[in-house]
């Protein structure tokens, strides 16, 4: 699909809005694929005639990486920051090349209205605890309240949600899935952590599920939500990692909400 200015100009504001918040708790992990990302919208911006004369993100040197690639130097940790920077820096540029008429609303991708639900989940959640009155509400115990809340949610920007689907044989059998989004070829699968469910059994589950649904035509990505109330999941950001590289098959996106940081 060819680029243009709109398209680019919510990468990048995304890109600058997700850099800047994990420099500011201090997350250094993601910075090579910031760095890469970078790159890429400028490389892109490029190729359609603008901002010729800025200059590419250099990685950082061999020599100034963290001994054994264990933890970061502190020439990774400044790296992000001229991420930040430039990505900050280039948005602001790139705004003032843009129509307003041709730029589109933060709401456009469905990907990015997804992860904006899983984010405020938990606040929803809670805010479900303080109705007046003392009046009957939906407290989220297990996994079950957590789909009722979510395809709550998922219903303000969606409105084709399947939830009767079920997988492609596996194994000898099939399992129903938990909601398919057929005009965006996007299965969600959502998780609540509690005893017995850490982050080895959620790897587990996890890579079962992609194998199940490779092969079902209807997903193209697979988003897996896990609810976190109580911070079981120590490392979440790196947990999110590792299991969004687990396979080439299907994209896969995870996020566990709340982070605990």
């Not at 930040?84 to 730029?103: A, C, D, H």
């Amino acid at each position: 699909m060819e680029d243009n200015l709109g398209t680019i100009l919510l990468e990048l504001d995304t890109l600058a809005r997700v850099t800047h918040e994990d420099f500011e708790k201090q997350f250094w992990n993601n910075y090579i694929k910031y760095l890469e990302q970078y790159n890429d919208i400028l490389k892109r911006l490029q190729a359609l005639g603008y901002f010729k004369n800025e200059k590419f993100i250099e990685p950082v040197p061999e020599g100034q990486r963290a001994y054994m690639h264990v933890g970061f130097s502190s020439a990774e940790t400044a790296k992000l920051r001229e991420v930040v920077n430039s990505s900050n820096i280039l948005l602001g540029k790139l705004k003032m090349q843009t129509p307003l008429e041709t730029r589109p609303r933060q709401t456009s991708g469905f990907l990015e209205r997804i992860e904006h639900l899983c984010s405020r989940f938990h606040i929803v959640a809670c805010q479900l605890q303080r109705r007046r009155e003392n009046r009957n509400t939906l407290k989220i115990d297990d996994e079950y309240d957590v789909q009722d809340l979510f395809h709550a949610l998922l219903s303000v920007d969606f409105d084709d949600i399947r939830t009767e689907e079920w997988t492609p044989s596996y194994a000898g059998g099939s399992s129903r899935m938990d909601f398919v989004l057929r005009k965006e070829n996007v299965v969600i699968e959502t998780k609540m952590t509690r005893k017995g469910l850490d982050a080895k059994q959620l790897g587990e589950d996890l890579l079962i599920d992609i194998a199940k649904y490779k092969n079902y035509q209807y997903c193209k990505t697979l988003v897996c939500f896990a609810y976190d109330p109580e911070g079981r999941i120590q490392n979440p950001r790196g947990l999110e990692q590792d299991l969004q590289r687990a396979t080439t098959d299907v994209k896969v996106i995870v996020f566990i909400r709340p982070t605990g940081e």
